[in-house]
């Protein structure tokens, strides 16, 4: 929380408004000629924490606009502690965002070479549990093996019956799979600065499986952690509980 010791309600609350407000026009940009509701509006559409609780934000603007003296700007009525809690929390979420990579439980990652065979990839999967392996050639991420999207190309073949699924396995390389399914489309790359709720946004995009995350944000940086679908929950949890 926002707090400053031996604060009332009503100025925690008007810092916490003060705060939030300044954060957003920072981060994104904004005028002081609009206002904290067309603010608010405004942000939605480009911050997750904001959408969720956009509503709430435009009534604690009308709150704001109710506790404080137009002229001589005191406060004139103290808010209940709900709501300055609730406007503490957004703004700390906002003005300190916390990092998508500091919440990961584990930061080492299971990886494959791209020359490897789709029996190694599946021998590994089993062995690891995990439904998502980055891929690398020569240091640079190329893909990522994903359970489900393997077991559909996997079934299609053999569905054709033109080759057997031990020779397939067996001599087919992970790259070579990539080549006859593009290895973009379920994940994306973030730099290690990015935050859990830019995270949150990117897997917006439902065909996504993976972020991963890189010291720099690219396929040659170093590798930091990965975050799959099976982390939204938490991730949305430590936002709740921030």
Known sequence: MVKTL???????FVNAYNLLDHSLRTQYNFKNNISFSDLIRRCASLNQVIRLYEDDLIDLARLRNAIIHSKSEQVIAEPHN????LMEKVAKIISTPPAALQALKHTTVDVIAAESSLKDYIIMSAKVGHSNIPVYKRNMLIGVMQRHSFLEQLGLVIGTGNVSIDQYLGTTT?????????????FRIVSARATIEEVLAIFGDRKLT????TDNGTSGGNLKGIVTNADIIGLMQIL???
Not at 82 to 85: A, K, L, N, S
Not at 174 to 186: T, Y
Not at 210 to 213: G, N, P
């Open 6 to 12: 031996n604060c009332t309600n009503g100025t925690r």
């Open 210 to 213: 993976a972020v991963i995350i």
């Open 174 to 186: 992970i790259e070579q799979f990539f080549h006859e399914r593009p290895a973009h489309e379920h």
């Open 240 to 242: 709740d509980d921030y």
């Open 82 to 85: 709900d709501v300055v809690e």
